[in-house]
Structure formats: C-alpha cells, structure tokens
C-alpha cells in the first residue's frame, strides 16, 4: 500500500514563508513524477509543482515556489515563499510514472495513481 502524507501546512500572513512536507514511505522519490496539487472549495483543482528530470511550476507560483526531493529520507518537499491570500488551499502530494512529468502534462492532467490526504495552507493579507 502506497502511503502519501503531507505535512508543515498552516495559517500565515502575507509575505511570509512556508514549507510543505510529503513522506513517501513506500516511494523513492526520484523513482516517480511527484508533485503538489492544491485545491479550494468549489474550485478546480490546480497543479502547482512537479519533478522527475527537472522541474515545472504553473504560472501563479513560478519565482516564489520551489519543489525538490530527498530519496535519503524519501521525502517531497515544498518551500513556499512570498506567500500570497490567494495561495490559500488544501496542498496535496502526488505520484505517477516518471513518463507523466514531460512536458509538464502531469500539472495539467490533474491525475495521479497516488494521492496524500492534504495539508492546509491560509495567508492572511
């Protein structure tokens, strides 16, 4: 059984800096596509990092996110800065076959064979 558990989420003021944790027990990182979803009530989820090769981001967090790995303690991370009211969301970890991160498709697939449970993330203003 693959287990995705995310972690280092909270309530933070604009401006400031944060980073998500997501252990992969069962995973060695750099073996998979992984990336970060994040998801608002009532909204489409949205892809907002990944890596295998390399790294992709969407748009509205390029400069301000970066997404690496750790296969010594099989952990995905996500460092969070400059954060922003409207990066306030559920953040997910995720994981697929390494050929569904070219091209960045894996953000906008939305999909995944594997899925944490989710951390929250809130920026006041």
């Known amino acids: 059984h693959v287990q995705l558990v995310e972690s280092g989420g909270g309530s933070v003021e604009a401006g400031d800096t944060l980073t998500l944790s997501c252990a992969t027990p069962a995973l060695t990182p750099s073996g998979y596509c992984m990336g970060w979803f994040r998801q608002v009530p009532g909204k489409e989820r949205e892809g907002v990092a990944a890596?295998?090769?390399?790294?992709y981001y969407a748009d509205s967090v390029k400069g301000r996110f970066t997404i690496s790995q750790d296969d010594a303690s099989k952990t995905l991370f996500l460092r969070m800065s400059n954060l922003r009211p409207e990066d306030t969301a559920e953040y997910v970890c995720?994981?697929?076959?390494?050929?569904?991160?070219?091209?960045?498709?894996?953000?906008?697939?939305?999909?995944?064979?594997?899925w944490g449970q989710g951390t929250q993330v809130t920026v006041s203003s």
């Open positions: 890596i295998f090769d390399r790294t």
């Open positions: 995720a994981a697929d076959s390494p050929g569904w991160c070219a091209g960045g498709r894996f953000l906008s697939r939305n999909l995944a064979r594997y």
